[in-house]
């Protein structure tokens, strides 16, 4: 695994918003190719902000990058318009399930099929296989996407970001507010994808049990500080880890579940 | 052209590729035989203008989602420029200066569609008002624009198209009918390109669509060009198939709400909208005129009349919001369909 590439490397990464708040202070990571790599930290830990700052969607929320290095496949990131990191395979998905409601869930999709440039043969492709991996988006093709459930609101989120072709997908919390066997459904396509064919996944979770399952690296944001970073594996042993975020050492099941949470979409 | 798998045609335009023929044909057929010059002057014509520049404003406003509150600006600069372009260029045909104009309206729609790079919502609409403010301000100040005419005030060429007159109501209204139909078709025609779910991702989220690649910036001036071409042709048939001599301050303040106010009765995002609710601004402030004048008798005061309705259509226009928020269009489709489910 240590021979592949690095794709995305942040080091040092310091984020300002409107001029005043000091949303991260020194963040690392490095996500290389072929991998999962959970992010992971509590409320405002400052996850959106690095995977904003990683689209370069910064600029348009009115927030900077005033410290630190970006770098995505051998790109500044910083100096890379959006629709570009795009079409170099870097796709996001946002927290909280963004459709275009007023558009069918097809639309929807086909959206981030030109968003990428694919031409007309390539999207009817794509179609095709998103529809394969989310069976149920293809029996809601024709419906607004502002009418489906939350589940498959967040299914054509990342089918939309899937018919871009990324080589490197970026998700924030698509668990967030999900009953868990839709999670689970949405985990195990990610999962085969990165299996399969190789697909990168950098993935923002609070669900820290979850996120540490799938995972092969996670980082641990606290306060816009990356604390912690190793493989999922050591991580889900270091007690630390497992007292503050996998709900204690003894009895992980007694304490509250972090996936019982919390906080409607926003 | 359909190559790309869509998802079903929208309800927008072709309810009925046989409603639309039937409308057709009662436009261009039946009503110009038998249509009085009250309704071609008094109805028709300044309902198509203001149908044009509703659809002009639902490109942007309605598809796009951004507030502007510029569109009188937009009608006057085509309106203006239709009237240069006839006055300095004799020898060029009605349609050349009407597409020209609307290129020139365009040109003045991406400038003043720069801040929405930066802006958005109420903050946009206040930009927007700056460009009302000045162009009003141009057309009083720059004589050169009218010709020196006192005022302002400038007065509309004869409508001739390839050496045939339109100069009366009936082929003022034909000249309107065809330009609004001409114009439709291509606005249809954006709507359900790739620019046209582009235009909609970034009215639904923003963010969104930069994330799946759109380039927002190019889509929002592209936005802003596309609907002040079309408003600033419906300003130019505002002057010169309607009113025949104009003042700047026919395309003032109130003008921009009331295309607005078209927009938002008939439906945002919807082509049928603007026809809707420009249906609805034209036609019922004449009928709450003859309901008033029959109720109330001749002798009443103009001025509270004029009051009355004026208190009423906003009233009215309350009252249709609040039964249904998208509009005319919705309300009918909502119709429609029941009538479609009774008769199953
Ligand atoms: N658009 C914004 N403008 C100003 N401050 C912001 C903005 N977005 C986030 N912040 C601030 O940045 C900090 C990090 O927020 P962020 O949304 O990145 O946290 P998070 O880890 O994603 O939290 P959550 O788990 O709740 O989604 C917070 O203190 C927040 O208040
Ligand atoms: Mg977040």
Redesign the interface.
Known sequence: MSAAPTLLQVEALEVVYGGAVHALHGVDLAVRAGEIVALVGANGAGKTTLLRAV?N?LP??RGQVTAGRLAYDGRDVTRTR??AL??AGL????EGR??????????NL???G????SG?SD??AD?ERVYGLFPRLAAK??VAAGLLSGGEQQMA?IG??L??RPRLLVLDEPSMGLAPRVVEEIYRVLAGLNRAEGLTLLVAEQNVRLALRHAHHAVVLENGRSALAGSAASLRARDDVRSLYLGGAECPEAAAPPEARRRAPA | MD??????PRPHLPAGALGLGALLVLAYGIVPLTGTSYLFEALLTPFLALALAGLGLNLLTGYAGLLSLGSAAFMAVGAYAAFNLSLRLPGLPLPASLLLAGFVAALAGLAAGLPALRLRGFYLAVSTLAVQFFVAWALNRIGWISDDSPSGVITAPRLVVAGLSFDDPRGRYLVSLTVVTLLTLVAWRLVSS?TG??L??I??????????????ARTKLLAFAASSFVIGIAGALWAFAYLRTVEPAGFNLDRSFQILFIVIIGGL?TLRGAFLGAGFIVVLPLLLARLGAALLGDGFDSGTLEMVQRIVLGALIVALLIREPAGLAALLDRAGRRLGRRAA
């Open positions: 689209s969607l348009a929320l959006t629709d795009v079409r796709v996001g998905v946002l963004h459709c275009f409601r007023g558009l069918s869930v097809q639309e086909v959206a981030g030109l968003g990428r440039g007309r999207v009817r179609l093709r024709e989120a939309r970001a018919m871009g | 190559a790309l798998p869509r998802a079903a790739p779910r582009n909609v991702a009215r639904d989220n923003e963010t969104a669509a930069r994330l799946v690649g759109v380039k927002v995002g």
